[in-house]
């Protein structure tokens, strides 16, 4: 089992990035995938989830808005379009297949990536 991010980096406040998350090793659509992350002395937090049959399920208030989740179901690659970014979105992002079915909580993450830095300068 695979789960690999990409697509992390600097950018100023305000710009964007698109972050990926590439599966393997288990059935894409029998798992809800989920972005989360966490900053520095913080606890790591979701960010937004999708559902391979009901889409998006989840945006933490913090992002909606500014980031859009979606999933390419051939490729089994899920994306987090970023856009508007602040200097608080600054953290490590993990993507994770969580239990489909139990919503966007970290406690239900079953495999876990090794996370992309994103770090938004003022």
């Known amino acids: 089992v695979q789960l690999v991010e990409s697509g992390g980096g600097l950018v100023q406040a305000g710009g964007s990035l698109t972050l990926s998350c590439a599966a393997s090793?288990?059935?894409?659509?029998?798992?809800?995938i989920g972005w989360f992350r966490q900053a520095p002395g913080k606890e790591r937090e979701g960010v937004s989830c999708?559902?391979?049959?009901?889409?998006?399920?989840y945006y933490a208030d913090s992002v909606k808005g500014r980031f859009t989740i979606s999933s390419d179901n051939v490729r089994n690659i899920v994306y987090l379009q970023m856009n508007r970014l602040k200097a608080e979105d600054t953290a490590v992002y993990f993507c994770?297949?969580?239990?489909?079915?139990?919503?966007?909580?970290?406690?239900?993450?079953?495999?876990w990536g090794q996370g992309t830095q994103v770090t938004v300068s003022s």
């Open positions: 999708i559902s391979s049959r009901d889409g998006p399920i």
């Open positions: 994770a297949a969580l239990l489909k079915g139990w919503g966007c909580f970290l406690e239900v993450g079953n495999y």
């Open positions: 090793g288990f059935i894409f659509g029998d798992y809800t």
